[in-house]
């Protein structure tokens, strides 16, 4: 029990800061971290695989309100381009916790790797962006927020590392692109932890206080800290050169790879 309120503390702070700095909603640390704690305490990857991406999403909604509010204030949330991906990425986030939790555990952490590679790749390697601010096709935006919200809710990342790329691909600056990304992980996060509850209410063997495959300890121990280092990450967004702020966004990702090629 000792080593769980050591570790939450170090999740929720860097997992919050990360959620309002680059958008990303802090899956990508809580997911790992969690399943790495859960796996200690003796539980299988039956078990600490899907408890970690529905905990995770359920934080990620703490995170993102949190974020929003910050962004709110500056007014760089491109609303237009919000309500285009919103639609898709509700359908497809009700979907991506139905295929993680009957895949294949060992495939799929296998695959997450290659994913959050492929990402990192994408900002760290810069495929030109677009010069022109250009006006995103509905019939583009809203199958693309489908795949997002599935992919999003299977691996509990929020859509951000997705979503901020896509704005940045349509001539969005990167300020906007992040704040944007982050107004939009609060669907995927809601909407994703409670697919993850409802999978996860017949499951046997969860930890104390589980919710279907959310862990209630889990949640509100790391949302405390992260709650405020999310507003914090989204203030120092401001702060930092957008071509310096790519490379960053790129390098956050690769210790999450290499945890995932291990595990």
């Not at 295929?99 to 994408?122: G, Q, Y």
């Not at 509905?138 to 199958?143: E, H, N, T």
């Not at 949302?223 to 956050?252: H, P």
Request: aromatic content about 14%; overall charge positive; glycine content about 10%.
């Amino acid at each position: 029990m000792m080593i769980e309120f050591l570790i939450y503390p170090l999740i929720g702070i860097v997992a919050g800061f990360l959620a309002g700095f680059f958008g990303v909603g802090g899956g990508l640390v809580i997911v790992p971290s969690l399943h790495f704690l859960y796996s200690t305490m003796g539980y299988s990857d039956e078990i600490s695989i899907p408890l970690s991406l529905g905990t995770a999403l359920a934080c990620i909604v703490i995170n993102s309100l949190s974020a929003i509010s910050v962004h709110l204030k500056n007014k760089t949330i491109l609303w237009e381009s919000f309500l285009k991906i919103f639609f898709g990425l509700v359908i497809g986030s009700l979907f991506g916790a139905l295929i993680s939790t009957n895949a294949d555990k060992e495939v799929f952490k296998k695959v997450f790797a290659l994913f959050i590679f492929l990402v990192s790749m994408r900002m760290f390697f810069k495929i030109k962006d677009s010069e022109k601010d250009t006006q995103i096709n509905i019939f583009i935006a809203a199958p693309y927020g489908g795949a997002v919200g599935l992919v999003s809710t299977m691996f509990a990342v929020g859509g951000g590392i997705f979503i901020g790329p896509f704005l940045r691909l349509m001539g969005k600056k990167m300020k906007n692109a992040v704040a944007t990304s982050v107004a939009l992980t609060l669907p995927v996060g809601i909407f994703g932890s409670i697919s993850y509850v409802l999978l996860g209410l017949d499951a046997k063997g969860l930890p104390d206080f589980s919710f279907g495959y959310v862990n209630l300890l889990s949640l509100f121990a790391i949302a405390i800290f992260s709650s405020f280092a999310s507003r914090f990450g989204a203030k120092m967004t401001q702060k930092v050169d957008d071509k310096i702020f790519q490379r960053l966004y790129a390098f956050q990702l690769v210790p999450i790879f290499i945890y995932w090629v291990l595990a």
